[in-house]
């Protein structure tokens, strides 16, 4: 699990504990025989018990808020632990967002007819469906359109707030190490106050050559026959020998 994954993880689980600490609730008719109708979002220590708890649409809350979390995190996975995923954040935040308010206002929440429920209020909520359907002469349940493109609205500044903090921490900490480097590039083997500048009395193997010698062709001899490379001791061991 990388730290967008994380993410991720953290803002759904506090959109389900949001949803559950403030589900929704029916009211509870006073008629004998009319039927209970969504009341509105209330908290859950003050009103449970009182009023019973809409199930199909905490149900339906929660999917959504699972099915976006699923979806962004198989976008998220990395075939590799180390890796750091390189995507335009705000461009898929922003699809992200454009994708769940148009499922909201495809299927939006509707009211019921009003001869369906026995003297109660005209303006209530039924149940979500498509707006070009057979239901689409039925008025919108304006309310709670409202509080899901609010929803989703804050999510989407929620994940591009989070998002926008990992990865400026990501770009200070590559320039840091960018920094130590160039910093420390004369200090490699070879390079710097670490290269030997004069002779070493315990190295008795041939130098290295040095001065004019360092650039000529080591294939090439002078003009006593000698070979580029070769130090004067090793000439004049040559000329010893018979």
Partial sequence: MNKYQRLVLIVALLDALVMVLFPPFN?????????????????????????PIHQVLLALQLMFVAANGLVAWLLLRQEQPQDIPAFRYHRAIGLFAAVNLAIVFLFPPFEPYPSLLRQAASSGFESFYFVFGDRSQRPVFVPLLYLESVFVAVNALACWLLFNAVRRSEDAARRKVDEVAARHVDAQLGRGEDRRQQADPDYHEEERRHGERRHSNPDEHDDHGNRGHEAPEVHARHAEQP
Avoid: I
């Fill in 27 to 51: 009211n509870v008719p006073l008629t004998r025989g009319a039927l209970p109708s969504f009341d509105g979002f209330y908290p859950l220590l003050t009103h449970l018990g009182k009023k």
